[in-house]
């Protein structure tokens, strides 16, 4: 995937982006080709976009918790009606992690020059003040088996032994050692960052699914056009969906809503986020540049700076390097399919009710079964890896190869589109049966 590169600091670029019509009268009518209405194509006229010096921005260090902080490059910090304790510096000063996370002296070490091996009460005393401080417990258990390095399952027989894609220890970007308990934590975190299911029902007066599926699918082109990573795509519906869990807003405000989202999630993945300009530029002028930062101040304090969440693609790296593991189909064509069928999943609302895990499950197994549909999609690695038997994702399979099934009848054609370019292997013309044989469902 391309970045986004910064404009040089002697020249400013010149990006071309495809204009659109605001969405401020989104319905949820069906797209009609006609030039008078707002809900129509959107306009194919270019025009030159003059971008400011990119300057990175990213959450403030002393609002934000330091658990949340992903290892970006200093940025600027985010500005908010909430208040929180911050360093005396001013305003023009960097704080450094280090200022902003100064430890108390109940954590300093004991002052202990040195310590002979036949000194066992002093090193017992040190190693008690030390789990009492830390509240560190001395006999950790494991949850379940799922981080087992002796014993991978018990589902191991002769026909069908599991893979072990943790093996590689000369790859730290694989963190080979720790990761099976990185995707254990966030099993036990995704219940947690997830919006209510039936918001539109019980909390929205104004907007509808179909008002939200438009939305989605116009910040996919806007997602494409600026380059942005995937996990600002999927963490942007994320705050749209968790904000709209609460707060009831108006069909004239739900593009604004969903801009201000866009910019949070790309100041938190991106390297070079795209300023608030810009995000004014692709609504057409419609919203001005305070409406955006007011917006964006709202959704943070509502979330309380919150900005991780385990997204359905999260997941889909773990699942498809276990899906590659005993499947002979090219790792990059099964990537996009699943990356495709994921992205699908995004503009359903009906979708919310299953969780981003059983997702990316279930987007692997139906992806594998469209790339070879002779073959059984599920296996006991698969399995042990995604914690889910192939009779659990029965119902979201179902629920995703509608989607596939009906995505060229889509008036949503932003994903189908572009999965259909050469960068993305035309996944998205392939054709998708639509019948699963039963017994591929069955544990066994």
Request: glycine fraction near 2%; include cysteine.
């Amino acid at each position: 995937m391309a970045k986004r590169q910064a404009p040089s600091e002697n020249s400013v670029k010149q990006v071309m982006t495809k204009k659109r019509a605001p969405l401020g009268n989104i319905t949820n009518q069906k797209r009609i080709p006609n030039p008078s209405s707002d809900l129509a194509h959107f306009s194919n006229k270019s025009a030159k976009l003059k971008l400011a010096p990119t300057q990175p921005v990213c959450l403030n260090a002393s609002v934000v918790k330091p658990s949340l902080i992903q290892n970006k490059v200093p940025c600027q910090h985010y500005q908010s009606n909430t208040k929180a304790p911050s360093p005396s510096k001013s305003d023009d000063e960097t704080v450094s992690m280090d200022e902003t996370m100064s430890t108390c002296d109940s954590f300093k070490s004991p002052q202990v020059e040195y310590i002979d091996n036949d000194q066992v009460s002093a090193v017992v005393s040190i190693e008690r003040k030390a789990l009492s401080n830390l509240y560190i417990t001395q006999n950790p258990e494991t949850l379940g088996k799922y981080c087992s390095r002796d014993v991978l399952s018990d589902l191991k027989n002769d026909k069908d032994q599991i893979v072990n894609i943790d093996n590689n220890n000369a790859d730290p970007q694989l963190c080979a050692t720790f990761a099976c308990d990185i995707y254990q934590h966030l099993r036990a975190s995704e219940a947690k960052k997830r919006p209510a299911v039936d918001f539109m029902e019980r909390v929205q007066k104004d907007v509808n699914s179909s008002m939200r599926g438009i939305l989605v699918d116009w910040l996919v082109e806007v997602s494409e056009e600026y380059r942005l990573v995937p996990e600002t795509l999927y963490l942007t519906v994320n705050y749209i969906d968790r904000y709209l869990s609460g707060n009831v807003i108006s069909r004239q405000r739900l593009q604004l809503l969903g801009v201000a989202c866009m910019m949070i999630a790309a100041k938190y993945e991106e390297i070079c986020a795209p300023q608030v300009e810009e995000f004014c530029y692709i609504t057409d002028n419609t919203y001005l540049k305070d409406e955006v930062l007011d917006m964006e101040s709202t959704v943070l304090n509502y979330l309380k700076f919150e900005m991780t969440a385990p997204t359905t693609k999260c997941f889909l790296r773990r699942f498809v390097r276990a899906a590659h593991g005993v499947h002979e189909a090219p790792l990059m064509q099964l990537e996009c399919m699943a990356n495709y069928i994921a992205e699908l999943s995004l503009l359903e609302y009906t979708m919310l009710s299953y969780s981003p895990s059983l997702v990316a499950a279930s987007a692997i197994f139906l992806a594998k079964y469209i790339l070879d549909p002779t073959r059984r999609p599920w296996n006991s690695t698969l399995q042990h890896y995604t914690q889910y038997k192939a009779l659990e994702l029965r119902g979201c399979v179902k629920d995703l190869q509608r989607l596939c099934s009906n995505a060229h009848a889509s008036t949503l054609p932003a994903v189908r589109e572009k999965y259909s370019q050469h960068k993305y292997k035309f996944v998205a013309k392939k054709f998708c049966p639509s019948i699963i044989p039963q017994e591929f469902f069955n544990n066994s």
